[in-house]
């Protein structure tokens, strides 16, 4: 992805159920542009794009509805348990979404924008971002809010999380470290206090050292 854009990008990411998108709405309440890679990614698998046609060449028919859209459910099954069809799908979704992400940040007017990105630490392309900020939780926290979130077993869950980046790892990639453990208002009072950050970083003022809520590790 091109590095290339006029506003300062904050590389906002998370493991599974750590709270990105409360988070990413504080942000939005404040007046900062959200870019999610999760809603881009289904806005370029629609009927008729190509990225629905890249994938039904891939995986076959079988993943569509009977309304000719892409059964999300069907291909989970197919590539959760397949390494090989898991990097297929990366390989023809991610150059997809990062287009249309670097799109997006280019029409920003504002200072800074937040862009989601749940899987930036798989990835290992953020090269081009200015800022990471990591939303971190405890794994046993994530567990439980994802059992709850989703309904799923406990065993589900924990290969859901063994299929990201682990904890530690995330927290080496971060600039700013939020910990979602604690109650909402202190969360937006840290969030405010990025806001200003983020702004004095947009506009040149001064190098900041990172902001770190405390991560437990």
């Not at 999760?38 to 076959?60: H, M, N, Y």
């Not at 990105?117 to 939780?137: A, F, G, H, K």
């Not at 809010?145 to 589900?156: P, Q, S, V, Y």
């Not at 971060?174 to 806001?195: F, G, M, P, R, Y």
Request: aromatic share 4%; glycine share 6%.
């Amino acid at each position: 992805m091109e590095s290339k854009h006029n506003c300062f990008t904050v590389g906002l990411t998370g493991g599974i159920a750590s709270g990105k998108s409360t988070v990413s709405d504080i942000f939005a309440e404040l007046g900062c542009p959200i870019i999610d890679a999760d809603i881009i990614a289904r806005e370029v698998v629609e009927p008729k794009t190509e990225g629905l046609k890249q994938l039904v060449e891939t995986f076959g028919t079988s993943i569509l509805s009977s309304q000719n859209q892409l059964d999300r459910k069907k291909l989970r099954q197919i590539v959760f348990n397949d390494e090989e069809k898991r990097t297929q799908l990366n390989s023809t979704l991610h150059p997809l979404i990062g287009k249309e992400i670097a799109n997006r940040v280019k029409q920003v007017k504002q200072s800074y924008c937040v862009v989601v990105i749940p899987l930036l630490c798989e990835s290992s392309n953020y090269q081009w971002l200015d800022r990471i900020l990591v939303v971190d939780v405890s794994e046993d926290t994530q567990i439980q809010r994802l059992t709850a979130r989703d309904n799923i077993t406990k065993e589900l869950a924990v290969k859901m999380l063994a299929s990201q980046c682990n904890r530690k790892q995330r927290l080496q990639i971060a600039d700013d470290v939020i910990n979602n453990e604690q109650d909402k208002s202190k969360l937006k009072d840290l969030i405010v206090t990025l806001d200003k950050l983020y702004k004095q970083l947009a506009i040149g003022n001064k190098k900041e050292p990172g902001i770190n809520s405390g991560s437990g590790l």
